[in-house]
């Protein structure tokens, strides 16, 4: 089992930046990819990056150039820097981890955290 802890969000006007943390406890050598999804108001829960346990990363077309995915696997913690933050970006934030196993292409668990809201607003 994997715990997932967000922290970092809050109330930021627009252009402003934020740094989200997600740390990872529980049985964590079991975990391959790591993540971030938001959900706004009325909205779909979407994919915002991944990153491997290598280093490889992916980003939404939303985010590309603005947000940045790290890890430190030593302190079994994610990061993402957030800047240039528009209004748009308001949302729940949660950190996710999928098992390292899959079966049918899809891994053997899904891991999330609470979520963080994150709010940009003038």
């Known amino acids: 089992q994997v715990q997932l802890v967000e922290s970092g969000g809050g109330l930021v006007q627009p252009g402003g930046s934020l740094r989200l943390s997600c740390v990872a406890s529980?049985?964590?050598?079991?975990?391959?990819?790591m993540g971030w999804y938001r959900q706004a108001p009325g909205k779909q829960r979407e994919l915002v990056t991944t990153i491997t346990s290598g280093g490889r990363t992916d980003y939404a077309d939303s985010v590309k150039g603005r947000f940045t995915v790290s890890r430190d696997n030593a302190k079994n913690t994610v990061y993402l820097q957030m800047n240039g933050l528009e209004p748009e970006d308001t949302a729940v934030y949660y950190c996710n981890a999928k098992h390292s196993i899959y079966l049918n292409g899809r891994p053997l668990h899904d891991y999330w955290g609470q979520g963080t809201q994150v709010t940009v607003s003038t």
């Open positions: 529980g049985s964590i050598f079991s975990v391959s990819t």
